[in-house]
């Protein structure tokens, strides 16, 4: 099999499609987040979101188009290599063993690891990092089970964090967050300096901690760009179906959403 190589750093998504069930899920669907920033995912349930969450870390294969680390294919590298580069935060992360949330976070280090040897000292040291980053240090020990939400996902997104990626996808972290631990967590990515892809509802708070916008409707991208030329009334209206005010605010002059109501559908 001859393997293409793309020109270009990072990672990217070129014409992806992909079909469940007999459906199209995503159509000729690009992105490429640009290194360094954070890059949120919008559309309403069903648009795709989580499945190019799931095609850009390799969980999935795309039915044709292609995604690239570095210009080299996804499907080409090898999980570990993937997975020492590229970290996931899902929706809703448990287990069903009590860890102590140190324990959680070295989970993070098996792509580091050969099977069945011991934590070095540059593991324990990317998982204390990890935790320090976080705010977590001083629950290391604590069992899992015990931590609020938004501690939950701070450690899970901990665990990403020691596996010493340069890109970090995350599918909706702030689901079932009181606004306080919402806010925590989208300044805590928007902080990590890392290449960020990040999956969000709330227009208003991809609006403020998302450098760039990838709006999806019906698996294809219908805008791209930063949240003011993006997140439009006009766009608004035509993907989720709700009349909207948008004022400017801030030396950045970002957008503030106020939702007027639903609109009737044609």
Not at 35 to 56: E, I, Y
Request: glycine share 10%; proline share 5%.
């Amino acid at each position: 099999m001859t393997v293409t190589r793309t020109t270009g750093a990072g990672l990217r998504a070129e014409r992806v499609s992909r079909t469940a069930g007999g459906t199209l899920i995503l159509d000729g669907v690009s992105v490429t987040p640009r290194p360094g920033t954070v890059t949120g995912l919008l559309g309403p349930n069903g648009s795709g979101k989580s499945t190019l969450l799931r095609l850009l870390s390799g969980v999935l294969a795309p039915d044709s188009g292609i995604v690239t680390l570095d210009g080299d294919p996804l499907d080409a590298l090898g999980r570990r290599t993937v997975a020492r580069r590229l970290a996931v935060v899902e929706q809703q992360a448990d287990t069903l063993v009590d860890l102590p949330v140190i324990d959680v976070v070295r989970l993070g280090r098996i792509p580091h690891r050969r099977a069945w040897t011991p934590s070095s000292a540059a593991d324990e040291a990317a998982v204390r990092s990890a935790l320090a980053r976080t705010g977590l240090t001083e629950k290391s020990h604590q069992p899992w089970h015990t931590l609020s939400g938004g501690e939950r996902q701070r450690a899970q997104i901990a665990r990403a964090l020691a596996q010493e990626p340069r890109e970090l996808l995350l599918d909706e972290p702030t689901n079932h967050l009181d606004i306080q631990h919402q806010l925590d967590l989208l300044s805590l990515i928007s902080d990590l300096g890392l290449t960020s892809v990040v999956a969000l509802h709330d227009l208003n708070l991809a609006a403020t901690y998302c450098e760039r916008l990838v709006v999806l409707k019906e698996g294809r991208v219908v805008a791209a760009g930063g949240p003011a030329e993006v997140l439009t009334e006009e766009l608004i209206a035509d993907v989720y179906r709700v009349r909207a005010a948008i004022t400017l605010t801030g030396p950045d002059r970002r957008p503030h959403i106020r939702f007027l109501g639903t609109l009737t559908r044609a």
